[in-house]
């Protein structure tokens, strides 16, 4: 294993120490808890709260900041935070509008979120609710279906309706149409190496893809040979436009992200080969993300996220966002 | 080889057009000459140009737009763009203010931007001017230093000044006032591997670092055993801060960079050792940049730059700018 670390087993103190050391206007940091906070508190706004595994990066404490996350709670890497991390990093975040908690749909994650949510509710009297983030189409029973990159797209828009000053209500009922219209599809190039394991979670042959894989090296849904990022594109969107269904007059927000190791030059050539085949398809792309958001360690490969905006969402998305990872373009 | 590409011959126009693409209201795109312009003109002002190879995404295109660059020349992955590229980007974004080149220092980019300027002046009566960045302190000798992740500050400032409205001679003279007060050093874990050429550029061992490597996978000064990061942070600032010197006392601006295929959790945690370095030698960090901004293709590595700050620079680096890739944090 090469990597640019101390040692595994300060990986997660390491990176979410140097992320709040560098954006310290912006962050601050509960080391005990691991939950990393903005800077400067709104005090009288709905709270959002994510979080989840580390190994995501810049998820989830880039996007902590002005207009999204109030609070990011880490694991350790491609591990749940515990219920009492998650608790503090709720009652520690406390607000007289209420609080959101932003899910992905992962076992441990939603039991953990769930139970800290309960304790602030029981024990501090708190107003809490959760949505759960389940965008991904490579699996086909919905119930089973992992939060994977269009988590951020949750984030963005319930914190720019949060930032407006809207209702614990008002902020849960936009998130979850959000999570009622995007979806997303992932592939891997290479498996992600988790730095205590020191070797590759999976193996892929030289001339194999893995189609479908999620964010923790979870095996994909296929496994085809190498092909152009084109047919890739097109593998993906034919599972990801039936999947809603995405239809002809659309109007949609694209997310190309990449898992980790995959260069920049690729994911503009992947962005070009998928904006080619939403024009074919009549899908009216409103705005493209590019670059690496929700991250799978080192993992080579990429995710394709669609949005599909009405007014509401194309406005919210649109508002300023003051993080280290979202970006304004 | 394995990569997210249509083809070897392909990747410079794929990726350009996947750019513009993405970005429509902000990026034009003259594909005959591979030449990212703005969308939004604006007039009256002093033209800012750069470029060179591509494989350095999101540079140099990524860094076109209000307060950055007004167009980016993209030549072949790692080889100049040639006289009559160049050229094409310089009169095609002719102003009356007149236009600055900004050249990294590499031997076919000096060349080629300096005929394409005298063409320009000789042919059509322009007022171009030219300023080569070399921040690249693993090579002693100074007139053979490299221009590496350093030129995006000068970008940044100088773009920043030029929006303002300042004349060529004032914004030249800031773009040399950041190349004299701006260093940087580089290391490898892995090649990078050029598309056209299909296999690692050079040999690294499983248990070797390569320290002091160029962008386009030239040879570094030295070759050391595998280290954890704050030994990478150490060595590199060792080299860096009595480079200029950076002295007890000096504030700086600080970029940690990947070089295309590094993951973000590794970038933070570099930067929490650099952080902590600058702290120990009594540097103060104005503001750190964490992300991939000068890529070498899909190299594993980093390098750190540091810039002197003054009042006249501090403010510059914090004027807004409206490009894809630029981070306002």
Known sequence: MKKLING????VEELCGGMAKAYPKLL???????????????????VLISGGGSGHEPAHGGFVGKGMLD?????DVFASPSIMQVYHGIVDNRSDAGTLLIIKNYTGDVLNFEGAAEMAVEDDGMVV???????????EESARRRGVAGTLFVHKIAGALAERGASLSEVKAVAEKVIANVRTMGFALTSCTVPAQGK???????????????????????????APSET????????????????????????????????????????????????????STYRTLIGNFMTSIDM???????????DQLRDLLDDPADTAAWTSC
């Not at 595994?8 to 990986?11: A, F, G, I, K």
């Not at 609070?71 to 694991?75: E, K, L, R, T, W």
């Not at 080579?300 to 009405?310: E, I, P």
Request: glycine share 10%.
């Open 200 to 226: 590759p979670t999976f193996d892929l042959g030289e001339r194999e893809i893995e189609l479908g894989v999620g964010i923790h090296g979870e095996a994909g849904v296929s496994r085809i040979e190498l």
């Open 129 to 139: 609710e959760k949505v759960c983030v389940n965008d991904d189409v490579a699996i």
């Open 300 to 310: 080579q490969g990429a995710s394709v996220t669609l949005l599909r905006l009405d």
């Open 71 to 75: 609070a990011a709670v880490c694991g």
């Open 28 to 46: 601050s940091w509960d080391r005990d808890h691991m939950v990393i906070s903005r800077q400067t508190r709104s005090s009288g706004k709905v």
């Open 232 to 283: 890739i594109a097109r593998q993906l969107l034919d599972r990801i436009v039936p999947d809603l269904p995405y239809s002809t007059g659309d109007e949609v927000a694209v997310m190309i992200n990449g898992l980790g190791g995959t260069p920049l030059q690729e994911l503009f050539i992947l962005s070009r080969d998928v904006a080619t085949i939403l024009d074919d398809r009549g899908l």
């Open 8 to 11: 595994p087993e300060s990986v």
